[in-house]
């Protein structure tokens, strides 16, 4: 790296892999998962989705909030300064990218436009091909 970094933005953020995830695929209820690992932005994200399928727009809301929050945190220890890249191609950073769409899809469900408007531009600078991944585009 040279004395004045990098000249096309900062690197990729790259987060750990997260236990949790693991235990989702292995089938484990998305709450039980969510209250042993409560860190988990993969947890939080399928709460929220599964609320959102089930009609319920407020508690997809709260749970996608709160995987959000937790990404947020995630993202800062793991060296991202509140912009650039969150690659969806990393598959750990996909349980706050989910976080996010699910927050977007939460916030038009209540009639929060700027949330939406905010949720939708942070998806789409995060990675442009995360909003087609999430279905979204």
Not at 15 to 44: C, N, Q
Not at 68 to 92: A, C, T, V
Request: aromatic share 6%.
């Amino acid at each position: 790296m040279s004395l004045h970094g990098n000249l096309l933005g900062p690197e990729p953020t790259r987060l750990p892999v997260d236990p949790a995830a693991a235990e989702l695929r292995g089938g484990t209820d998305a709450k039980a998962v969510a209250a042993a690992h409560p860190a988990s932005m993969i947890a939080w994200a399928t709460l929220a989705e599964d609320a959102l399928a089930s009609g319920e727009p407020v508690t997809a809301y709260a749970y996608a909030r709160t995987g959000y929050h937790r990404g947020l945190d995630q993202l800062r220890r793991n060296g991202w300064k509140g912009f650039g890249p969150i690659p969806w191609s990393h598959e750990p950073n996909r349980g706050f990218l989910r976080a996010l769409a699910a927050l977007l899809r939460a916030a038009e469900a209540i009639g929060e436009t700027d949330e939406v408007e905010r949720c939708r531009t942070f998806l789409a600078d995060s990675d442009p091909a995360a909003p087609g991944e999430l279905g979204l585009s």
